[in-house]
């Protein structure tokens, strides 16, 4: 059995009995408690379980990691998905952009290109994007979260709505095996529903640690996408549903 298979079984029983010590581990996987320590410490750094003493339980669904603590994890990884995203933006399009780092990472990605419209509910973003003279940077209104600079709510919504655009860039939290995108805020969630709403592509970017995370508000299916764009191949149910739906899938 690889490490990826096993790491996805673990995940399985984690989320099936909310918690499962390395001894019920070792014995079930027939492996040393090591192997098993090396596994549940692999995806807790990725953000899909919880670490404790003497085995691991299933990810808070009511809380994001840290902003701080965000903005660097997987840092390679979203770099290589920006890169990648940007090359099919062209010159001269319009696009939305919202919360997340990394969708801030595709924006100093987008610094090469030249005169972009951007709408976005990201405080980090625009200012990224505002060093660019021929960009035209539009910040929609609303209550600004302090800890991530991310622009929610009602008015937020009425604004996006004024609007339609080439493209709209979205990032996500977590992407449930059956393709549901999950996030923590749901005034965040209505905005980048919005967001999809007015755009006539969906640019959708996530890394490998976003698959089975949990979160506790459905922001929509990935089948709304028209480009996913990660750093691993996703699982098979998961592949099977870009397939059916002709997303078309980045994997760099």
């Known amino acids: 059995m690889t490490q990826r298979r096993r790491q996805d079984l673990i995940l399985e029983k984690v989320q099936a009995t909310g918690f499962v010590t390395i001894d019920e581990l070792v014995e079930h996987f027939q492996v040393t408690p090591q192997t098993i320590r ?3 410490n692999q995806l807790a750094q990725d953000n899909k379980l919880r670490r404790h003493h003497g085995g691991a339980g299933v990810e808070s669904s009511t809380e994001n990691t840290a902003y701080q603590a965000r903005k660097i994890m997987d840092l390679d990884a979203k770099e290589k998905i920006a890169q990648q995203l940007v090359k099919i933006i062209p010159d001269g399009a319009s696009l939305f952009i919202n919360i997340g780092t ?3 990472t595709i924006a100093r990605a987008l610094l090469n290109h030249n005169n972009l419209r951007v709408v976005t509910n990201n405080l980090h973003v625009a200012s990224i994007l505002c060093a660019k003279e021929d960009f035209t940077v539009i910040v929609a209104g609303g209550e600004v979260r302090n800890r991530d600079g991310g622009i929610v709510g009602e008015a937020t919504r009425d604004f996006i709505n004024q609007f339609q655009m080439d493209f709209g860039i979205i990032g996500i939290s977590g992407i449930h095996s059956d393709g549901t995108l999950l996030d923590f805020d749901y005034r965040e969630v209505r905005v980048a529903q919005t967001i999809i709403a007015n755009s006539r592509q969906v640019l959708l ?6 698959f089975g995370r949990n979160a506790m508000v459905r922001l929509g299916n990935i089948v709304q996408a028209d480009h996913f ?5 996703p699982p098979a149910e998961i592949r099977q549903q870009l397939i059916d739906h002709q997303v078309e899938l980045h994997v760099v």
């Open 102 to 104: 990394t969708t801030e």
């Open 229 to 233: 764009f990660t750093d691993q191949t």
């Open 38 to 40: 090396r596994d549940l």
């Open 205 to 210: 970017a996530a890394d490998h640690s976003k």
